[in-house]
């Protein structure tokens, strides 16, 4: 059974920083393509950053990049976001998912991941 925990969220100020964590079990996890979204309320789920299988390739999205770095620990079977210089339009319920990938093949649609996490809620306060 494939389950996706994420930990990390919780409520920060303007211009400070978090880190997520979602721990992966159930998979083999160098054979799956990861990705961070997330869902602010009254808004659609949006991508924040894909992952390759790898991990040497990486797609955050215009509005965070140079500020959220995505990484992952195959020893570790975990996926992370780093958000530094957090502003209030951050502020939304952040989920992990993960699909089976055959190539070093990045995903950017919700569509097209198989597993999801739970979520974590992040609250940016200004």
């Known amino acids: 059974q494939v389950q996706l925990v994420e930990t990390g969220g919780g409520l920060v100020q303007a211009g400070g920083s978090l880190r997520l964590s979602c721990a992966a079990s159930?998979?083999?996890?160098?054979?799956?393509?990861l990705g961070w979204f997330r869902q602010a309320p009254g808004k659609e789920r949006e991508l924040v950053s894909a992952i390759s299988r790898s991990g040497r390739t990486t797609h955050p999205v215009d509005s965070v990049k140079g500020r959220f770095t995505t990484f992952r620990d195959g020893a570790k079977n975990t996926l992370y976001l780093q958000m530094n210089s957090l502003i209030p339009e951050d502020t939304a319920v952040y989920s992990c998912?993960?699909?089976?990938?055959?190539?070093?093949?990045?995903?950017?649609?919700?569509?097209?991941?198989?597993?999801w996490g739970q979520g974590t809620q992040v609250t940016v306060s200004s």
């Open positions: 998912a993960a699909t089976v990938a055959f190539s070093e093949r990045l995903y950017y649609r919700s569509n097209d991941y198989t597993y």
């Open positions: 159930g998979l083999t996890f160098s054979n799956y393509a």
